[in-house]
DNA sequence: AGTGAGAGGTTTCGGCTGGTAACCATTTTT
DNA sequence: AAAAATGGTTACCAGCCGAAACCTCTCACT
């Protein structure tokens, strides 16, 4: 394609640096995040550490089956901590890593987009 | 896509609940924008109108149906238009709707994350 | 001891979706 | 004429998504 434009412009080749590369950040980000229900685990888990229902709860709306297998992938790709937190009353608690709150910049994004153009409901 | 069942996506997505009380803006954006190719090919149109094949090549990997069927169902959200420029040599030209070119923030974050956090990795 | 609620899930079973490959029609280029 | 480029469609199948049911364990109440 079109790339041998190598001394125009410094500014404009952050733009569009990544169209015909053979890795692309965002379509790795999507792989990741660009499930339904990973935005918003990570974000309530991000205003508080919660336990497996508590947590679907929060969530609202998702089956116990997709959080578990959601979970279970989040924690896979390092984004989301499970802890044991009690034995005996068996307790877990989830919580997001470091690498899972770097998100929340990406995901307020989501959030004021969400707000300001879909907000059709009532 | 199917039929008219399936379409109810353009209009009544806008009104996901998060069962019964509390409307997520969050869980919106991601019904929208939450497809592993959604946000690369609103990103390759947001840097320019391109035809079909073109954004194919743009963005890499995905095949043609499922580029159709993703360039009709971001349509159908209104964040993407298509538009014939050519008849004789049938030409057609996608690009963003205003309401597209204003998700421009959220697939920025996306790619600094991505950029940042999965640099080098698969 | 029995019943029910709550925590933390798993199982089952479809339907929908994402992905590959093949195919099609038209026009331009070689 | 043959090849390539443009813009797709169709057939087919693996895998993910989702609703509902089910399961174990503990605690509280009676």
Redesign the interface.
């Known amino acids: 394609?079109s790339d041998t434009a190598s001394d125009s412009e410094t500014e404009e080749q952050l733009?569009?640096w990544?169209?015909?590369?053979?890795w692309?950040?965002?379509?790795?980000?999507?792989?990741?995040?660009?499930?339904?229900?990973?935005?918003?685990i990570i974000?309530r888990l991000i205003a508080e550490p919660r336990g497996f229902n508590d947590l679907q709860r929060a969530?609202?709306?998702i089956s116990s089956k997709v959080l578990s297998d959601s979970l279970e992938t989040l924690e896979g790709h390092g984004l989301v901590a499970r802890e044991v937190v009690s034995e005996k009353p068996f307790r877990v608690e989830y919580s997001v890593t470091d690498?899972g709150g770097?998100?929340e910049?990406?995901?307020e994004?989501?959030?004021?987009?969400?707000?300001?153009?879909?907000?059709?409901?009532?």
């Open positions: 394609m733009e569009v990544c169209a015909g590369e053979e692309c950040p965002i379509t790795a980000t999507a792989t990741i995040l660009g499930k339904k229900w990973h935005p918003v974000h969530v609202d709306g690498r770097s998100l910049p990406v995901i994004s989501m959030r004021e987009w969400g707000e300001t153009h879909l907000a059709a409901e009532g």
